[in-house]
């Protein structure tokens, strides 16, 4: 062979195996850069790579998603806007941790901080990171490093703390001490509680346990050293009492309870707790004396027994079963009814206008009256049947047997009929009745405390019904019952919304239809049902006690509406608002009023002609003067249909009378309507009382109140309630002037009935 040749050969060979050494490092390489990749992933490491020589900046995709960007989103490195994203107690020590990390300091290549993610809430980071180069200037030239999401870890360290600090403030409260014993090193770690059990003062925590023989007591001792020693030996718990002399002297009683564990590192340790239990033990000691003395006195005992039975089973005043003995009468009755295929009934008795009796002769009339219904109870059941007073005027009867709803219908009206006779007490007749709720029940699903729940449902039916009547229970009372909770639920969530607004009724002057004010009506922005009326939810939001409440809100929200008016161009001379007697009734109301800084003869209050202006307590006539202190009107709302009497306005001394709507309604077909309209307004007039009218629902009621002489007018004739921001241009349309053959007419009809009025010429 040519040696040249040969040459050639073997230099092609050994670039060819070169090449191929080449691509199989590389393939290596390849898969140990794979291999990373997967690993930094699977680990949840977010790389970063500052190279401040190149300026150029590499953040991988982890990165990216730890703050919620998408892999494609650009992290342009902007220093000062990554510094605004840190959380602000954080910044100014990341800056810090930053600069260390960049001087080569070891204690900031690990440093934690939050950084607000993109969705917007904050994620806690651990960064770690070095500087791997330096310039020639020994600056540093590229940092390198991982961030990695630690929130969850965050959280469950807050979760932990949380649960330590609930565990020592339970021990705190249980004045529990605590302890930890190595057992192989014979070292013991006290907590501060139970050195304070012990009387142990100025000694360290871990010497405190050498002390522990030493306050045994010395007849206790031995025997407290002998069940821990065979506890260690057994590895068993150890649980004892004994007692202890404390640093002071006093004698105490310990009761102690520890278990076994062994740590991470495998030692074998004892954890237990201390507690001071002298005055149980003494409590005990007493009680256990006092047993043995009633031991001795055998047929004493058995009386003194069946005594203290009874009293806790029974109510003292009328013998009856009490609530306690009722509750364990339904388990009995109850299984009973399941095994034997019969019905359980349950009648829930209220006694009506009991309250009165008590209020009017006295709770001895009233301890009569329940020892008479008991009685009336025992006589009209039969043996077998179960009588209860549950409390105040309440009573239960269970009848256990197959009945039919007739049958137990006719006991409840037999009852019903007895409780309504008078009954003579001190010379008075004592006179009352009594509402029942039915409820029965059968089958292996029988659930007693259900059944007492229903009772109580039909019952709440009976007297909203009417009184000295009975009810059986219906899943659609139960229905409406659960219907006015979530209504009353709806209400308190509304108030803490704000959902209550006001809406504004525009009142006008009889005679030139000029606006003269408005009353502001509460509407209720329901979330599901939308604008609702007080018909809705008024008589609810009574029992809640939040009328007043209510009234607060929308007399601030007027203020408000009136003033945004006024910007308007718009001057509404008065706005009135709702008050409720509880309002009126509040003892700080003035106080309340003076901080909304009330521009004086602006706002008018109207009362209820309902409201008893007669027997007005002194809270009330309180509030009423500062009412006119702070330039506040009254007026006296639907006026006509309560009991106001005119001594009752002379006193209170009303800015203007509203006339109900029920006697207005008539006027235009009613002779009679019209002629109490004008004493009414008469009356006013004498008193130098405006009068306003509501319910004005047409033109005519307009033109014959105008005759009549009353000063003001509202109703859907005129104005329907609208919300604050259509008030405006509705004053500015003035389109109620035109409302029937047009504004000129209805002009010249008003001048007309005025001059009648005047010559005494008006309708009669």
Same mark, same amino acid.
């Given at each position: 062979?040519?040696? *040249?040749?040969?040459?050639? %050969? ?27 990749? #997967? ?39 902007? =220093? ?9 107690? +954080? ?9 260390? /990390? ?24 651990? $960064?770690?990171?070095? $500087? ?25 360290? &807050? ?38 059990? #012990? ?26 050293? @002998? ?35 062994? +740590? ?34 055998? /047929? ?24 306690? =003995? ?10 009973? $009814? ?7 009934? *349950? ?65 409840? &009206? ?5 409780? $309504?006779? !008078? ?80 809406? =504004?009724? !525009? ?6 239809? +000029? ?6 009506? @509460? ?52 706005? %009135? ?41 002194? %809270? ?14 009254? &007026? ?17 001394? !009303? ?12 006027? !235009? ?96």
């Amino acid at each position: 062979m040519n040696p *040249i040749r040969r040459d050639n %050969a073997i230099d092609e060979a050994d670039a060819a195996h070169g090449d191929e050494v080449a691509d199989k490092s590389a393939s290596s390489l390849s898969e140990r850069e794979s291999r990373w990749n #997967y690993a930094l992933v699977g680990s949840g490491l977010g790389v970063w790579d500052h190279n401040l020589r190149l300026g150029t900046r590499y953040y991988s995709e982890t990165w990216k998603a730890i703050r919620g960007m998408a892999p494609h989103d650009e992290a342009d490195g902007d =220093y000062e806007a990554w510094i605004a994203l840190i959380h602000p107690d +954080d910044r100014d020590f990341v800056v810090t941790a930053i600069e260390r /990390q960049n001087a080569g300091d070891r204690n900031y290549q690990i440093f934690e901080y939050r950084e607000r993610h993109k969705n917007g809430h904050w994620v806690w980071i651990e $960064c770690r990171g070095a $500087c791997v180069e330096w310039d020639e200037n020994g600056a540093p030239a590229r940092l390198v490093g991982t961030d990695t999401d630690i929130t969850a870890r965050k959280e469950a360290e &807050e979760r932990l703390a949380h649960l330590s600090r609930r565990l020592d403030l339970a021990l705190d409260i249980s004045d529990i001490g605590v302890f930890e014993a190595d057992i192989d090193n014979g070292d013991v770690d006290w907590d501060e509680r139970l050195m304070t059990i #012990y009387g142990i003062d100025g000694m360290s925590r871990t010497s405190a346990g050498d002390a522990w023989t030493e306050a045994l007591h010395p007849d206790d001792r031995a025997r407290v050293e @002998a069940t821990l020693a065979a506890s260690i030996e057994t590895n068993t718990d150890f649980q004892h009492e004994f007692r202890i002399i404390r640093g002071d002297g006093a004698q105490r009683v310990i009761r102690a309870k520890a278990a076994f564990y062994f +740590d991470s590192d495998g030692r074998r340790k004892l954890i237990g707790a201390n507690w001071d239990v002298t005055d149980e033990v003494r409590l005990n000691s007493e009680l256990q004396r006092a047993k043995e003395l009633a031991e001795a006195r055998n /047929q004493e005992l058995e009386t003194a027994k069946e005594s203290i039975e009874h009293l806790a089973l029974h109510d003292y005043l009328t013998g009856l079963p009490n609530r306690r =003995y009722l509750d364990r009468m339904l388990d009995e009755r109850s299984t009973e $009814c399941r095994e034997n295929g019969l019905t359980l009934a *349950i009648l829930h008795i209220d006694l009506d206008r009991f309250k009165q009796i008590n209020d009017t002769l006295g709770h001895r009339a009233g301890d009569a009256m329940l020892k008479h219904a008991a009685e009336v109870l025992r006589q009209n059941v039969r043996a077998k049947d179960f009588v209860a007073r549950i409390g105040g005027d309440e009573f239960v009867v269970l009848c256990t047997l197959d009945v039919t709803p007739k049958k137990i219908s006719n006991l409840a &009206e037999r009852v019903i009929r007895e409780l $309504c006779k !008078p009954i003579r007490y001190e010379n008075h007749d004592c006179r009352f009745g009594a509402s029942i709720g039915i409820a029965t029940e059968s089958g292996p699903a029988l659930d007693a405390k259900q059944l007492l729940l229903n009772a109580d449902i039909a019952l709440y039916r009976a007297k909203s019904g009417g009184r000295n009547r009975h009810e059986f229970f219906s899943t659609d009372a139960r229905r409406r019952i659960i219907a006015s909770k979530r209504l009353a639920d709806d209400i308190l969530l509304g108030l803490e919304r704000q959902e209550f607004v006001p809406f =504004y009724q !525009p009142q006008f002057d009889a005679r030139t239809l +000029d606006v003269t004010g408005v009353e502001t009506l @509460a509407r209720w922005q329901h979330r599901e049902h939308g604008m609702l009326a007080p018909d809705r939810f008024l008589k609810i939001a009574e029992d809640l006690d939040v009328v007043s409440t209510i009234d607060g809100l929308i007399l601030e929200q007027a203020l408000i509406d009136r003033k945004q008016w006024a910007k308007e161009g718009i001057v509404i001379p008065k706005v %009135a608002v709702n008050v409720s007697s509880r309002r009126l009734d509040d003892p700080n109301l003035g106080k309340k009023l003076r901080a909304l800084k009330i521009e004086p003869g602006t706002i008018s209050f109207e009362l209820l002609e309902s409201i008893s202006l007669d027997d007005c307590d002194d %809270a009330v006539i309180a509030n009423l003067k500062q009412l006119r202190r702070l330039g506040v009107d009254i &007026e006296i709302d639907d006026f006509g249909t309560g009991h106001a009497s005119i001594v009752s306005l002379l006193k209170l001394s !009303p800015k203007t009378l509203k006339i109900d709507r029920e006697l207005i309604r008539m006027l !235009p077909s009613s002779a009679e309507q019209r002629k109490l309209v004008r004493s009414i307004i008469d009356i006013g007039r004498s008193l130098s009382i405006l009068v306003t009218a509501e319910g004005v629902e047409t033109m005519e009621h307009v033109r014959i109140l105008a005759d009549l002489g009353c000063d003001m007018l509202q109703g859907y004739a005129l104005a329907r309630p609208m919300p604050a921001s259509q008030i405006p241009a509705f004053v500015r349309a003035a389109s109620w002037r035109g409302v029937e053959n047009g504004a000129r007419g209805v002009q010249a009809e008003l001048l007309r009935s005025v001059k009648n009025s005047r010559s005494g010429q008006g309708p009669q």
